[in-house]
């Protein structure tokens, strides 16, 4: 891989363009969290807190200054770490989200890996058995993922793996009586493992099983359709057609030439579900009582805590620009049409 | 070889008697196409038994007077039978008919939230592809990037949670969050479409911008919009039950899918129905309209 002024050129562009869309990001959160509420002191402290007290925070939020001016403030204190205080928890939001996060981090990472196989798997197997019952299968599979709300899957996943066939548990991270391993990653699994301790990591993993899966299906739907959808119309392409002259068996053209050109518009598709899941989690984790960070951000906004808000919502956005910046960098390297097509434009 | 030639006198054409062309024929034609189909016969057919059960919920539904404040412990957690089809629930009210009243709010939330979306996103589309290049163009489309840059449950769960929980705020909600994709696509088409033959004829003929934009463009990129609108029904409804299921949707004892089935889930998996009907309820509808819009989309299409 040849590393070219231009292609870094091209990366910078990308990624001040995203920059320019997290500015406007963080104008947008600002306003529909501090413009439009109403009194944001009172609202932070709650109804029973005397007057004195809502103006001396009033002031040292300096909401009393024009808005261009809390703006400023307000992304010196994001940028520097201070989100302020929940009004719920009473600790510092940014603790709140470092106890939260991993846990959703832990949910996601297993749903990404859930969708990204067995969505990518079952469109190849739908195109490898078309018109088939597989086929059939799979796409009716594919409907009901897109169909079915979240927690409709969560429901049903409970009333099976729960009730009907009790093997897996249905709420928290582990079981009680569990003691956490030693907090090195924050993720249960991973941190059960580099303790030594196989039996913790596998409670947590059965903890864990059933809302990734969940999660996923919305996607793995998705995926599913997308892949067989391409690939289908990869089968009939001159290269394919040239390679079955050659005599190279179906299986092997199916996995080996045609899965990657067919993965262009899986990726994107895919790429985008994972940065939802973020948000999307919500659902799930509260029907399984995981403690992530979307139940902390469904919490928050029922209970109308300005700061964790403002600063779950902030941070949700900067994690889908993220997403979306480093997508397009792997689109770019996975697919060369897409990095010379700007160059086969220019000469 | 022989070289064919088509040889087509038009000198002596006499436009008035050539058969007129009628809406009737065009619809005609439509509809063939539509049904060719079968599986979109069968979302056409879902989407207008709902509509009718949501419509005539008042003649329809077996005991109309359960969705409001009605107790009758005596009959209440029965499970499902000759009487009460889905079952009642812990206060007695029986579950099909507060199921088929609920299809009204969710018809509704999907209706009026692609009513209010579409012409908003669309005309800024409208506007962002026709004048593509210049200021408010690009305005336009960042300041939709920006909404698109939020996953789109958090904009609409906090708009929601700023209002109060009820159904038009969670409409309101719903379409903040979802007009930037109605702007993408049509820029999408409007580009795409700007520089035809005929928008440049009608420029140079003097034709106002509004004609071009209105008359011109839009009608060539009503295909992908009237597919994703109906699409976007179903998610809009889709959305509507998330909202109601964490509480912010209509409140009680107004029933919705959405507030059905969270209230249920406690009670799993003994009174089963009580969840499993609603959310039942829901892929149905969900269903019905997506595979219309797939049979839109086919219908709409121009392949041979």
């Not at chain 1, 306003?31 to 040292?60: F, H, K, N, S």
């Not at chain 2, 196409?33 to 003649?59: C, E, H, M, R, T």
């Not at chain 2, 007695?92 to 969710?106: E, I, K, P, Q």
């Amino acid at each position: 891989m040849n590393i070219d002024i231009k292609r870094i050129q091209k990366y910078a562009k990308t990624f001040m363009s995203y920059l320019m869309v997290f500015v406007g990001l963080s104008i947008l959160v600002f306003i529909i969290v501090r413009v439009m509420p109403g009194d944001t002191a009172r609202m932070a402290l709650g109804p029973r807190v005397p007057e004195e007290t809502v103006e001396a925070l009033r002031q040292e939020m300096h909401l009393n200054e024009p808005y261009y001016v809390q703006y400023v403030y307000w992304i010196k204190d994001v940028l520097s770490g201070d989100l302020g205080i929940s009004v719920i928890s009473k600790r510092p939001v940014l603790d709140d989200i470092k106890t939260y996060l991993p846990a959703t981090l832990e949910l996601v990472v297993f749903s990404a890996i859930f969708m990204s196989v067995f969505g990518i798997l079952l469109g190849v197997l739908a195109t490898k058995y078309s018109g088939k019952w597989q086929d059939a299968f799979v796409r009716i599979l594919s409907y009901l993922g897109i169909v079915a709300p979240n927690f409709l899957w969560a429901v049903i996943a409970i009333l099976l793996f729960s009730y009907k066939f009790p093997i897996l548990p249905i709420s928290g991270r582990i079981s009680p009586g569990m003691l956490p391993p030693p907090m090195v990653t924050r993720m249960y699994i991973v941190d059960y493992l580099l303790a030594g301790n196989p039996a913790g990591a596998w409670d947590a993993f059965k903890h864990i099983i059933m809302p990734a899966t969940v999660l996923s299906f919305g996607g793995i739907s998705q995926a599913a359709r997308i892949t067989r959808a391409s690939m289908t119309g990869n089968l009939e392409k001159p290269y394919a057609s040239a390679e079955r002259a050659y005599g190279i068996p179906e299986r092997k053209i199916l996995f080996k030439y045609l899965l990657k050109p067919s993965l262009n518009s899986t990726i994107s598709c895919l790429s985008l579900d994972i940065a939802a899941l973020f948000g999307g989690a919500f659902l799930v984790e509260t029907v399984f009582n995981f403690p992530g960070l979307s139940r902390y951000a469904l919490q928050a906004m029922l209970n109308k805590d300005v700061f964790a808000v403002s600063a779950i919502i902030i941070f949700e956005g900067a994690i889908f620009v993220l997403f979306n910046f480093f997508t397009d960098v792997l689109l770019g390297v996975l697919d060369p049409r897409v990095r010379y097509s700007r160059r086969i434009q220019q000469s | 070889m022989e070289k064919y030639e088509y040889h087509i006198d038009v000198s002596n054409i006499d436009v008035s008697k050539l058969p007129a062309r009628n809406r009737a024929d065009d619809f005609r034609k439509l509809w063939y196409k539509f049904s060719l189909n079968k599986l979109s016969v069968v979302g056409l057919v879902i989407v207008l038994a709902v509509s009718f059960i949501a419509l005539f919920y008042k003649q329809i539904a077996p005991y109309p007077d359960h969705i409001g404040a009605y107790i009758d412990f005596s009959q209440a957690s029965q499970a499902p039978s000759a009487t009460n089809l889905f079952g009642t629930d812990v206060v007695g009210r029986d579950v099909l008919s507060r199921v088929m009243y609920a299809f009204r709010g969710a018809l509704y939330m999907g209706f009026f939230a692609v009513c209010i979306i579409v012409p908003i996103g669309g005309v800024l589309g409208l506007i962002a592809g026709y004048f593509s290049g210049r200021f408010i163009s690009t305005l336009i489309m960042r300041v939709a990037d920006v909404f698109l840059a939020l996953p789109a449950l958090i904009l609409v769960m906090y708009v929601s949670s700023i209002l109060e929980p009820s159904l038009r705020n969670a409409m309101l909600a719903i379409s903040v969050s979802w007009w930037p994709w109605y702007t993408r696509l049509v820029y999408g088409c409007v580009t795409s479409t700007r520089n035809e033959v005929f928008v440049q004829s009608a420029e140079v003929l003097g034709a106002s911008s509004f004609h071009i934009l209105f008359r011109e463009i839009l009608p060539n990129a009503m295909a992908p919009i009237f597919t994703k609108m109906t699409l976007d029904v179903g998610v809009a409804i889709l959305a509507g039950a998330t909202l109601s299921f964490v509480g912010m949707g209509e409140q009680p004892p107004t029933p919705s899918l959405g507030a059905m089935v969270s209230d249920g889930v406690g009670y799993l998996p003994d009174q089963w129905w009580l969840s499993v009907f609603p959310a039942l309820a829901i892929m149905v509808i969900v269903l019905g309209f997506n595979i219309l819009g797939d049979g839109i989309k086919d219908m709409l299409s121009n392949e041979e």
